[in-house]
């Protein structure tokens, strides 16, 4: 079973690049988020899609954007990479209770 | 808003030692608890859960017990090893809402020495 499905699990950026970060879950769950977790900080949701077609800010969601491209698909734009956003990134899914989630995507800025 | 309130980290124990973690929250009505764990270098994953009042979640030598007149769900284990060591987070989800989003506390990191 795939699970939740991260790519790329590396990335270096330069300051001012674009780029995405794809996931993808095969479980048919409804609701998919993206969290950013950092040294101190435990996870923090930066977008959260509660079902295909909607999306919602989550506690840090400056300089991201957000795509439910369909049920199975969400993912996490940055359009302008800043070192700030130097952290691990986690999808994750779910339907009702207990989150499944991807490997992460750990990306530097430099 | 919701909140969880974890322990300050990190925690050092020895092989066979007892373990709490604790783990408090800030939500209207009965949220459900959980506890993931996060090994290194790895994804978080479920490792137990409690959706009302007095239950408790299980799972691998892991407990805690849903207290709703203290708000807390503190995780034990009797005899931690060294494959316990990892990151743990206690998380809500809100009251009713099943495709509601999970709040974390800031997790703990656990390392068990031989």
């Known amino acids: 079973n795939a699970g939740v499905t991260q790519t790329p699990k590396f990335q270096v950026l330069k300051t001012g690049q674009s780029m995405t970060l794809q996931c993808a879950q095969d479980?048919?769950?409804?609701?998919m988020y993206w969290y950013r977790q950092d040294p101190g900080m435990g996870l923090r949701l930066i977008y959260y899609s509660a079902s295909e077609g909607t999306t919602d800010k989550g506690e840090v969601p400056n300089g991201y954007n957000v795509s439910r491209l369909n049920k199975r698909e969400f993912s996490l734009r940055l359009e302008s990479a800043a070192p700030s956003q130097t952290s691990v990134y986690f999808c994750?899914?779910?339907?009702?209770?207990?989150?499944?989630f991807g490997q992460g995507t750990r990306l530097t800025v430099v | 808003g919701d909140s969880v309130t974890q322990m300050e980290g990190p925690v050092t124990l020895s092989e066979e030692a007892f373990l709490t973690i604790n783990c408090t929250y800030t939500?209207?009505?009965?949220?459900?608890l959980f506890w993931y764990v996060q090994y290194p270098g790895e994804g978080l994953q479920l490792l137990l859960k409690?959706?009302?009042?007095?239950d408790k979640g299980s799972n691998k030598g892991f407990e805690a017990t849903y207290r709703k007149e203290t708000t807390s769900f503190h995780l034990e284990k009797g005899s931690v090893q060294v494959s316990d060591s990892a990151v743990y987070f206690c998380?809500?989800?809100?009251?009713?809402?099943?495709?509601?989003?999970?709040?974390f506390g800031k997790g703990i990191t656990l390392s068990v020495r031989p």
């Open positions: 409690a959706t009302k009042a007095d």
């Open positions: 994750a899914s779910s339907l009702g209770a207990s989150a499944f």
């Open positions: 939500a209207t009505g009965y949220p459900s």
């Open positions: 998380a809500l989800q809100p009251w009713g809402g099943a495709n509601s989003k999970l709040t």
């Open positions: 479980m048919n769950h409804n609701s």
